[in-house]
């Protein structure tokens, strides 16, 4: 077998970084998750493929995102995060820098 013949492996895309993103939902709700591809995944939600959460209460729009050097940290940043009282995310949010009109005593 010559060098022209031998099967090529294709080139590996580099790795996208994993995001930790937060969403705006129906009925002033925040929804927290992960992914290595934030508008797939934001698409997926709303066209109610994503989380049971999602389906219940509709996605409006990504409100903050953060990136992660890996999934493991993403996972351990969402699991945290996720753990955190409605005044937590909103915490969170506001050190991504992106403004929302949600009160912290709103419904949760």
Same mark, same amino acid.
Do not use: H, M
């Given at each position: 077998m010559t060098e022209d013949?031998?099967?090529?492996?294709?080139?590996?895309?580099?790795? &996208?970084?994993?995001?930790?993103?937060?969403?705006?939902?129906?009925? *002033?709700?925040?929804?927290?998750?992960?992914?290595? *591809?934030?508008?797939?995944r934001f698409k997926a939600h709303a066209d109610g493929r994503g989380a049971r959460f999602t389906r219940a209460f509709?996605?409006?729009?990504?409100?903050?995102?953060?990136e992660l050097p890996s999934r493991s940290e993403a996972l351990k940043a969402?699991?945290?995060?996720?753990? &955190?009282?409605r005044a937590g995310k909103?915490?969170?949010?506001?050190?991504?820098g992106t403004p929302l009109t949600l009160e912290p005593e709103a419904a949760k």
């Open positions: 013949e031998r099967p090529r492996l294709p080139a590996c895309a580099p790795a &996208q970084p994993w995001v930790l993103y937060l969403l705006e939902c129906a009925g *002033d709700r925040l929804y927290a998750g992960i992914t290595n *591809d934030l508008a797939a509709a996605p409006l729009r990504i409100v903050a995102a953060s969402e699991y945290a995060l996720k753990r &955190q009282p909103l915490r969170f949010l506001e050190g991504c």
